[in-house]
């Protein structure tokens, strides 16, 4: 594999520390591309960092949403993004929160302290430790994510067994479908590379517009990922067009899938003791909240398992157009699988 040094400003070949050469592909098209850092893990392996550092970096720095799945070891950045540029970009990350800024030595460790909310860097070559200098959005990130905090207990799949083998058949199909969504909410309908980062950074400054006091904390780099509750996030979906919805950045997106499954799951259960699963204004909006949590194609389990009881006929009958809206995001021939899945499970449940 073709390996750069750590530092690439250093040229000596024989310079010790080595890093596989990033890889990137694209995948998608319309609003849905996305470029996967194929061999991130390794690369982030190599520089002694989490996966997620890194990645969270290229997302600020191109101003595009980021996706980790920890267990898959699969990262992602949203939009088309030229893997030369992206492994110049992974330089400059290198070069303030890797490399020592006594020695240059990459051989270096972060610690967070929670209570300061600061990051500090030690050196194992020089015995360097201080404050890291830099001041950057993904601080905020990292401060949140300690280097300590192993993100790979965090799993990622709903669960574990026969539904998860299950998801995993349906997940390899859910591309297309959802491709297809974004594409009908691209108003433009260019596919031309920079397009996902251009709607990402549109989307960011209708944020801002949108809640002007938290503006002057964007701009101090503190703000990136400021915990914003979710009410908050949810009173803005409310004021953005439904197209803009679905490509929203929110800290949502950073979460596990299984955390985001969890926030669909709470959703469709306040709406059931609600009773307003018969609203049609409530089916469009669990739509676009799932497909802003990027988890379309799990839907349809949370809604098994948020209606389905002992007598599932009458329970399909009666949530029909609900389920319908959702069905449309599983490929066809999956839709057996999934039937069975569903019905299974509930019957699982019941007995
Ligand atoms: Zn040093």
Redesign the pocket.
């Known amino acids: 594999m073709a390996t750069v040094n750590v530092n690439r400003s250093v040229t000596d070949i024989f310079y010790r520390y080595k890093m596989p050469r990033l890889q990137a592909k694209v995948e998608g098209k319309g609003n849905g591309i996305k470029t996967v850092l194929v061999n991130m893990a390794e690369v982030a392996r190599a520089i002694g960092r989490p996966a997620t550092y890194p990645t969270k970096y290229f997302g600020c720095e191109l101003g595009a949403q980021t996706l980790f799945d920890h267990k898959n070891e699969r990262f992602v950045v949203n939009g088309s993004h030229d893997v030369n540029k992206l492994q110049d970009l992974l330089d400059g990350f290198i070069r303030k929160f890797v490399l020592?800024?006594?020695?240059?030595?990459p051989e270096?460790n972060l610690t967070v302290s929670a209570k300061n909310q600061t990051i500090s860097q030690s050196?194992?070559?020089?015995?360097?430790h201080g404050l890291l200098k830099v001041n950057h959005k993904v601080n905020t990130f990292i401060v949140k994510n300690p280097p300590s905090l192993n993100p790979a207990a965090q799993g990622s799949s709903l669960t574990e067994g026969k539904r998860s083998r299950k998801q995993k058949q349906k997940n390899d199909n859910a591309d297309g479908s959802m491709t297809n969504n974004s594409l009908a909410n691209n108003s433009g309908g260019e596919s031309d590379s920079g397009n996902g980062t251009n709607q990402a950074s549109q989307t960011e400054a209708e944020i801002s517009a949108a809640i002007p006091e938290k503006t002057a904390k964007d701009d101090d780099d503190e703000g990136w990922s400021v915990d914003v509750s979710k009410e908050a996030i949810r009173a803005r979906l409310q004021d953005l067009t439904d197209g803009a919805k679905g490509m929203t950045i929110s800290d949502d997106y950073d979460k596990t899938e299984k955390e985001r499954i969890d926030i669909f799951y709470e959703l469709v259960k306040e709406k059931r003791d609600k009773k307003q699963l018969e609203d049609v204004q409530t089916h469009k909006e669990l739509v676009i909240e799932a497909e802003r949590l990027d988890i379309i194609n799990k839907a349809p389990l949370v809604l098994a398992e948020l209606l389905f009881t002992e007598n599932i006929i009458k329970d399909v009958q009666k949530n029909r157009p609900l389920l319908l809206r959702f069905f449309l995001y599983i490929p066809k021939h999956t839709l057996s699988n999934w039937w069975s899945g569903a019905h299974l499970y509930s019957c699982i449940r019941v007995h």
Request: glycine share 8%.
């Open positions: 020592c800024p006594e020695c240059d030595n270096t050196c194992k070559a020089c015995g360097f």
